[in-house]
Structures are given as C-alpha cells and as structure tokens.
C-alpha cells in the first residue's frame, strides 16, 4: 500500500490522519443468507483486524474510513458493505434483518477471506453482531475491541430515559406521545431527536465526509426492523438483547471503548467490563459515540496499544 493509493484523507493539526479513503488490496463478491455482499481488504498484514460497524443499515464508509490509517501500522483491514447497504445487494425482504441473519453473514465474509482468527472491531450495532458471532464461533476470534456498544439492551434502555429527562418533562411528555402515535416524522419531536443526537452522537459542528457517505446510503428498514426508529425509541427484534452472563465465559484479550456523552453510556460499558474477566476500559472525556472522530489522536492510541499487545503476545 502506497500513498499514492490514497484517495482523500483528514488530518489533525498534528498531522495525524483521522480517515484515509484508500483503494482496497481486494474487493470480493461474497454469497450470504439472502444475497451478495461486497467485502474490502487493505494491507498485507498478518495481523487482521476485521471491522463490523454499526447502524444496522448503514454503509461501512464511517467505520471504515478512520480505521484505515491501522494499514500504515502494519495491520490488514476488512471490512464488508453489510447486507442492505452500501455495494451490497438491497434485498427487500424484511425476514432478513435479523440479528441471526447477520451473525451468518459475518461468516461467510471471513470465510471468503480465508480468514481463521481475527481481531474484531465492532462499533455500535457492530458490538451487538460482533458478541453473538463471538458467542457462536469462538475459534475465530484472536481478540475484541467493543468500541460504543452494549450487551445489555434492557439495562440501555433504563440509561436512554436518563437521557431523554434532561430535555425536560413537557418535552419528554411530547415525545412520548408521539411515538405512542407513532408519528416519529413530527417536526417537534425530531427536532427533539436532533438536539440529543448532537449531544449522544456526534458533538462535532459538522459530519466528517465518511459519515457522511453512510448517511446518504442510510437503509432505514433494516434499522427500524431490529432498533427503531430512532437512537432513542426501541421498537425492535434487538429490544430483548441481553448477553452478560453469556460474555462471562469470553476468554480473549478485550477492549471495551466509550465516550463519556455517549448514548451508551459509560454505564453500560462498564457493564459490559465486569461481564467480561480481564478486559480493559477506556472512557474518552470530550466524546459521545464516535471517539474516533472527537478525539481521534487518544483514541488512536489506545487502540494500537491495545493491539501491539496482542501482536507481541502471538509472535512472543
């Protein structure tokens, strides 16, 4: 890999690279329950660091982009357009969005790659995906990163509603009206939504070009089947997600990464960090959901330290 590879990039005042939008090493088409998928790999690393990102239903670009730069470390990097999204077929079928469904899919990609063990990254909705496949096929997994995510939905749930009051009871009321009515489209209350996305999501004045390019291809069925309608409603198949006795047995290096405004919270990483024997946390102060983003010089350390370690420890 080459700069001359590289497409399009943002850096910090330091010159730190925050995204790299390179040409991948290998692009394949992978067959999966219910279609084909586009999967991408960069560098020739030994080490693989396999990235699952969140949504559902968003392109890999926003994930995917600022995890580039790991190529320039020495690490391989794959990544897939999961079902629905980005170069992957959109399939209109809605018995596919599953979290079992996509649990197989991530199978298949790994497969694909003739990959057998991998580090894996998974973001959000990629944490959630990421900890089932872990549970189901524990042989691939070299080590975790669980970078904004949870493994207790129900307990989430509880920290939403602590979010959701500091808008205030008249504006809490009115939220909860309206998705008693389901009218989720209401200018008031996505004006609501919007006020807590720039204080849980992403407290940056505007959206780097990466999330911008997964927004844009935004499937928003796939969302709404296993999420809801929005970060702060649950009304699908995910509501139930509830795997803290389950991780308990994990017996991998993990990394467990949150923000102190994210909208899963600090409580629920630190959940996830007594589930799991020997695994390490890492709040980021000024971040709420993408700490890659907000403080991407930090978070970029704590990342390769976490995976010089394991790369040592397996050459060692």
């Given at each position: 890999m080459t700069a001359a590879t590289i497409r399009d990039s943002s850096e910090t005042p330091s010159g730190l690279a925050v995204w790299q939008d390179r040409e991948p090493d290998e692009r394949r088409d992978i067959a999966v329950p219910g279609g084909t998928v586009i999967g991408y790999s960069y560098g020739t690393g030994d080490e693989v660091v396999f990235l699952l990102n969140g949504g559902p239903g968003l392109p890999c670009d926003y994930l995917r982009d600022p995890h580039l730069p790991l190529v320039d470390a020495g690490y391989r990097v794959v990544v897939h357009d999961q079902l629905g999204t980005g170069a992957s077929d959109h399939p209109d079928?809605?018995?596919?969005?599953?979290?079992?469904?996509?649990?197989?899919?991530?199978?298949?990609?790994?497969?694909?790659?003739?990959?057998?063990?991998?580090?894996?990254?998974?973001?959000?909705?990629?944490?959630?995906?990421?900890?089932?496949?872990?549970?189901?096929?524990?042989?691939?997994?070299?080590?975790?990163?669980?970078?904004?995510?949870?493994?207790?939905?129900?307990?989430?749930?509880?920290?939403?509603?602590?979010?959701?009051?500091?808008?205030?009871?008249?504006?809490?009321?009115?939220?909860?009206?309206?998705?008693?009515?389901?009218?989720?489209?209401?200018?008031?209350?996505?004006?609501?939504?919007?006020?807590?996305?720039?204080?849980?999501?992403?407290?940056?004045?505007?959206?780097?070009?990466?999330?911008?390019?997964?927004?844009?291809g935004y499937n928003a069925p796939i969302f709404e089947a296993i999420q809801g309608p929005n970060e702060y409603c649950y009304t699908g198949s995910i509501r139930s997600f509830r795997r803290t006795e389950e991780i308990a047995g994990f017996t991998w290096p993990t990394l467990i990464l949150g923000g102190t405004h994210d909208v899963l919270t600090p409580a629920c990483a630190a959940r996830l960090h007594r589930a799991i024997p020997g695994s390490e946390i890492r709040i980021f102060q000024e971040s709420s959901h993408s700490p890659f983003y907000e403080e991407p010089e930090a978070y970029r350390a704590v990342l390769l330290d976490f995976l010089g370690r394991q790369r040592r420890d397996r050459r060692a």
């Open positions: 079928d809605q018995a596919l969005w599953t979290l079992h469904r996509y649990v197989e899919e991530v199978e298949a990609v790994l497969a694909a790659f003739g990959l057998d063990r991998v580090h894996v990254l998974g973001h959000s909705w990629g944490g959630w995906c990421g900890i089932e496949y872990a549970l189901t096929r524990p042989q691939r997994i070299a080590s975790m990163v669980l970078a904004n995510t949870a493994a207790d939905i129900p307990h989430l749930l509880t920290e939403i509603e602590r979010l959701r009051s500091a808008l205030g009871p008249e504006t809490v009321s009115m939220m909860q009206r309206f998705e008693a009515e389901e009218r989720y489209d209401h200018p008031a209350y996505k004006a609501a939504v919007d006020l807590l996305d720039f204080r849980h999501i992403r407290r940056l004045p505007e959206r780097p070009e990466p999330v911008r390019r997964s927004k844009a």
